[in-house]
């Protein structure tokens, strides 16, 4: 036999080799790369971090004071705390608002939200919230000016009866259109 025939059987299985598919390197290979290094992904909180919890006694609280981890009793030394999330309920994502609620603090509050956690176009959008609140307030400004001026105007003139009745009948319907405004935003 020759030596040619040998090479070439080896060439064609290495030809071979190559077209084949090798699933990537797994769980044990990545256990056994050192790279990077565990003091490279150990980092301090950062700001956001560090505004969810408080640390009292050497242990990290939620600020809003849920515990979502099965309390184990003192004796039992424990590596990891299991959250227990069976007992806890969803909470509502519903806010309730009432009359008296602000337009402004509540974009303001978006804002703070928007700030801390930003999302894809949220920014845009709390932006034109904004100016759209800010120019109804400047037009209601302005109405409410311009009535001023005109129930000024009219006490200055003298007004019969068929006047104040048609008057009358003209706040009505300002008020209901204020009204269709107010539901409309």
């Known amino acids: 036999m020759s030596l040619d025939l040998h090479l070439r059987n080896i060439q064609k299985n290495a030809k071979s080799l190559r077209t084949l598919y090798f699933k990537p390197p797994g769980i044990f290979t990545n256990a056994i790369i050192n790279k990077p290094e565990i003091t490279r992904l150990i980092r301090d909180s ?4 560090r ?27 424990t590596i990891i ?19 008296e609620t602000e337009v402004s603090e509540l974009l303001e509050k978006a804002s703070d939200l928007v700030t801390r956690y930003p999302l894809e176009d949220m920014a845009a959008k709390l932006e034109a919230y904004t100016l759209k609140y800010e120019q109804l307030q400047q037009s209601i400004a302005e109405y409410e000016l311009l009535e001023q001026q ?12 068929d006047q104040l009745e048609e008057i009358a009948k003209e706040e009505a319907r300002i008020r209901e259109l204020k009204q269709v405004l107010e539901q409309n935003d």
């Open 46 to 49: 950062d700001p956001l971090e």
């Open 51 to 77: 505004s969810l919890y408080t640390i009292e006694d050497g242990e990290p609280h939620r600020i809003d004071g849920v515990n979502n981890y099965a309390e184990t009793p003192s004796d039992e030394k």
């Open 81 to 99: 705390k299991i959250p227990d999330y069976s007992t806890q309920e969803t909470p509502s994502t519903v806010i309730q608002l009432n009359d």
């Open 150 to 161: 005109q129930a000024e105007d009219l006490q200055v003139h003298d007004i019969n009866e």
